[in-house]
């Protein structure tokens, strides 16, 4: 049995601290996980503020079970669909929406959703186990080129050609037995990297780690989901609401960073004398900041070493 790592919430302090909560506001925590950021949200509103909580994970739904506040509400969804859960409770406009992207410790944690090389498990990856493809599913259907494409898109794997091939010729010498669990995954693209020169010791990190990267970010959707949430974040923020991201890899901060600039105005036109926005041009984010976890954070917290969170604020409609 692997062992189980508690579940602790990446840059928890900060996260809170950039929605700028007032106590009578209404915020939204667009990914729950095991609600660590949700408790402490809750504790920072007063008797009259609302927090909703949306995860697709069903495992999410089990833990929002045990949060019995009259201010808190749980959605069973994707969080591209914020809008549509905002209607249909009857919310106009959010004082705050927070984003943790990525994979809870729990999920990679749990052998049997498949999202780790760490341990053997059945190659899956979805967020949902109920819908979609699975990532085994996917990659014995998919062409080398799509492989490839898919693992240098969303992994930013260099070795992607290589990778690519030595699945699909699994898959030819093993047929239905191919690609069964993570480990058999991991393996092959150890023994490509391996081939190549690169090693654990050599890359920093598990030679697989970006193959895994590509294939859940595929799976899931992520960066569309993402790309979806972030459109609606700023249609339903209100004036001064905070919008909150945190990400974990550089593909996802990078679209996260350039939505946030572009709607702060970075690329819109201007007078070309004085150099302002044109009118119906104005900008309706204000990028707030960055915040990088600190030595403490990363040493007590191996999972936010990575991490980057990006505050930004609605500025008017």
């Known amino acids: 049995m692997p ?77 591209s669909a914020l809008g549509e859960v905002l209607d249909a409770l009857g919310i106009e406009r959010i004082d705050g929406l927070l984003l943790d992207l990525g994979v809870s410790s729990p999920q990679f944690d749990r052998p049997e959703r498949g999202f780790s090389f760490r341990s053997t498990g059945p190659l899956d990856m979805r967020m949902d186990p109920r819908t979609g493809v699975s ?32 699945i699909v010729a699994r898959r030819r010498d093993a047929g239905a037995a191919a690609l069964q669990t993570t480990t058999e995954l991991a393996g092959l693209v150890a023994g490509v990297l391996g081939r190549r020169g690169a090693t654990r010791s050599t890359l920093g990190k598990n030679p697989a780690t970006r193959t895994f990267q590509a294939l859940r970010i595929l799976v899931n959707q992520e960066l569309a989901e993402l790309e979806g949430v972030l459109r609606t974040a700023v249609e339903r923020l209100a004036i001064g609401g905070r919008l909150v991201v945190i ?71």
């Open 247 to 317: 990400g974990f890899n550089s593909i996802e901060d990078r679209l996260v960073k350039r939505f946030m600039a572009e709607e702060a105005g970075r690329n819109a036109p201007r007078d070309p004398v004085r150099g302002d926005v044109l009118p119906g041009h104005a900008p309706r984010l204000r990028v707030v900041g960055r915040v990088l976890p600190d030595e403490s954070e990363r040493e007590r917290n191996p999972r936010a070493r990575s991490a980057v969170l990006r505050v930004a604020q609605r500025v008017q409609d």
């Open 135 to 166: 990532a085994r599913e996917w990659l014995l259907d998919a062409s080398e080129s799509e492989i490839a494409d898919v693992l240098r898109r969303y992994g930013d794997e260099r070795a992607a050609l290589p990778i690519a091939k030595a």
């Open 3 to 79: 062992v189980r790592s508690p579940h602790l919430p990446v840059l928890l302090e900060q996260a809170v601290a950039g929605l700028a909560i007032r106590p009578d506001g209404v915020y939204v925590d667009g990914t729950f996980g095991r609600g660590g950021h949700s408790r402490r949200i809750l504790a920072e509103l007063g008797p009259t503020g609302r927090l909703v909580a949306i995860d697709r994970d069903p495992e999410a739904a089990r833990e929002a079970a045990a949060i019995t506040d009259g201010r808190f509400r749980f959605v069973a969804s994707r969080f």
